[in-house]
Nanobody, 119 residues
């Protein structure tokens, strides 16, 4: 059964940094592109970043370019999202899934990890 367990969120001041982790199980992790998504209060879930199977190519939604870095460790079945220069607009619950940009390959979602950017 496909599972995603996100962690690393918290309360951070504007300009601060956080590194999110997502441990995946139930599928061949190294065979899938992985993506991060987020859902802000009152808004639909949106795509944040995608990384290819080997990590050779990454893509970011415009607001995260230059601030966010997605990476993966196939030996640990884990995908990461390093977030720097955080802004209040980054406040959301962050999720990972096997996915290519806005297309996700599995219906299952984890519980997410909450990021709050506030002074």
């Amino acid at each position: 059964q496909v599972q995603f367990v996100e962690s690393g969120g918290g309360l951070v001041q504007p300009g601060g940094s956080l590194k999110l982790s997502c441990a995946a199980s139930g599928f061949t992790f190294s065979s899938y592109a992985m993506s991060w998504y987020r859902q802000a209060p009152g808004k639909e879930r949106e795509w944040v970043a995608t990384i290819t199977t080997t990590g050779g190519i990454t893509n970011y939604e415009d607001s995260g370019k230059g601030r966010f870095t997605i990476s993966r460790d196939n030996a640990r079945n884990t995908v990461y999202l390093q977030m720097n220069s955080l802004k209040p607009d980054d406040t959301a619950v962050y999720y990972c899934n096997a996915g290519w940009f806005r297309e996700t390959f599995f219906r299952s979602w984890g519980q997410g990890t909450r990021v709050t950017v506030s002074s």
